[in-house]
């Protein structure tokens, strides 16, 4: 599934996939070569994830249960991703996107 994100007037270009599945969720972006500039991942109730098996630098967006912002990290190749008090989503985009999130703000998430 696709969902549309906005981060203030923004609306990311995406694709970004919805997380729903158990394989999905267990897959993420893992053995993908690249993805576009805009594309990701959204994890719902998801609150920590792993960069193993992957080939590239991502960049990380906590949310809490009402979407706001906690904390934005790049993860590197065969990490593990911060532990976020509060986290209970997540969004998987690719290296300097996370610049277009701001810690505190409210995103907009929607299919």
């Known amino acids: 599934m696709i969902v549309n994100v906005y981060s203030g007037t923004k609306k990311l270009e995406g694709p970004i996939f919805m ?3 158990f394989f999905s969720r267990f897959k993420g972006l893992m053995l993908k070569k690249s993805i576009k500039s805009e ?4 994890f719902k109730n998801v609150n920590r994830i ?3 098996f992957m080939r590239f630098t991502i960049d990380v967006i906590y949310f809490d249960e ?3 912002v906690l904390y934005i990290e790049e993860v590197k190749p065969w990490k593990i991703g911060s532990k976020v008090k509060g986290a209970h989503h997540l969004l998987e985009l690719n290296s300097g996107m996370g610049k277009y999130f701001r810690i505190g703000e409210f995103v907009k998430i929607e299919r």
Request: glycine share 8%.
């Open 19 to 21: 997380a729903d599945s």
């Open 39 to 42: 594309e990701g991942i959204f």
């Open 50 to 52: 792993h960069t193993c």
């Open 66 to 68: 009402n979407y706001k």
